[in-house]
C-alpha cells in the first residue's frame, strides 16, 4: 500500500508490518526519531525486553552530513512524466515513540541534484524494498490522488444524492467507468482530430486535462444531434462560424 503523510503513524505501521505479504509505504518526517535494533537478549537477563537500541542520527543531520555517501538513480516516470535524476541514501531502522510500539522500516532519503524540489523521505515497511522501487510506487500514486480529485471535481464521485449504502457503491463504480470512457473517448478524438489543449496566460500545459476531455466529448456528442444545421430550415438565423464555434466551446467547458 501507497499512502501520503497522514498515514505514517506508528500504530498503523505496526499493524501492517505483522500482516504477511503486506506493506505500507509513506512519507517519514526528517526529524523521526530513529534506533538501531534492539539488541539479542543475554541468557538469564533480567528485567523487561528492549525495545530499541542505540538512537541515531536524524534524517535531517544525515542529509546535511558532508559524510553522507549519494547515489544516482534515474526513474522513467517522474511526475507530469519523463525520465528524472534523484540521488537516494537508504538503510534501515527502528521508528520507536514512547508508548508506541517499534516499528523496523528502511528508510530512503531523497535529493534533487538540480535543487528543483526539496528533499525527503519516505520509509517501507518492507525492510528488502529497494529505493528504487520506493520511489516509482509512489510516484504512481500521484496519478490516483489526480484522477480521484477529477472524478469528484467533475463527475460528483462522494456527492451522490442518496440514502441507500447500496445505492452508493453502485454508483461509484458506474462513475469511475465513466471517467474510463470519457478518458478513451477524449483520446480518440484529439489523436483523429488533433485539437489545441486549451490554456490560459496564468496556466500553460501541454496535456489535456480531464475538463479538457470532457468537453472534447461533449462536443462530439451534442455536435451530432443538437448543433447540426439544416439548410431547409429557411427561419434559422445564420451565425459566424466562429462565433458558433466560440459559443460551443463554452458550453462545453462550462456544463
Known amino acids: 500500500m501507497v499512502a501520503d503523510s497522514s498515514y505514517a503513524v506508528l500504530a498503523l505501521l505496526k499493524q501492517v508490518s505483522d500482516i504477511p505479504g503486506r506493506s505500507l509505504i509513506t512519507r517519514l518526517r526528517l526529524d523521526a526519531a530513529l534506533y538501531d535494533p534492539a539488541p539479542r537478549r543475554k541468557p538469564r537477563q533480567n528485567g523487561r525486553p528492549r525495545k530499541k537500541g542505540a538512537r541515531r542520527p536524524t534524517l535531517e543531520h544525515v542529509l546535511n552530513d558532508p559524510q553522507t555517501q549519494w547515489t544516482g538513480l534515474t526513474l522513467s516516470n517522474w511526475y507530469g512524466g519523463g525520465a528524472r535524476e534523484v540521488e537516494v541514501c537508504t538503510n534501515t531502522a527502528v521508528w520507536y515513540h514512547t508508548g508506541l510500539p517499534p516499528v523496523a522500516l528502511r528508510w530512503v532519503l531523497i535529493r534533487d541534484p538540480q535543487g528543483e524540489f526539496a528533499p525527503q523521505a519516505l520509509l517501507s515497511t518492507h525492510l528488502a524494498h529497494t529505493p528504487g522501487q520506493m520511489l516509482e510506487w509512489f510516484v504512481r500514486r500521484w496519478t490516483m490522488e489526480v484522477t480521484l480529485e477529477e472524478a469528484r471535481a467533475h463527475l ?80 434559422m438565423v445564420k451565425i459566424l462560424r466562429s462565433v458558433f464555434e466560440r459559443l460551443t466551446d463554452t458550453v462545453c467547458y462550462a456544463a
Open 156 to 235: 460528483g464521485i462522494e456527492s451522490q444524492r442518496q440514502w441507500n449504502d447500496l445505492a452508493i457503491s453502485r454508483t461509484t463504480p458506474a462513475l469511475f467507468g465513466l471517467y474510463s470512457l470519457v478518458t478513451t473517448l477524449a483520446h480518440t478524438q484529439l489523436r483523429a482530430n488533433a485539437r489545441s489543449v486549451r490554456t490560459a496566460a496564468w496556466y500553460a500545459k501541454v496535456r489535456p486535462t480531464f475538463s479538457d476531455a470532457l468537453a472534447v466529448v461533449r462536443r462530439e456528442l451534442w455536435s451530432s444531434c443538437h448543433f447540426a444545421m439544416s439548410e431547409s430550415r429557411t427561419e
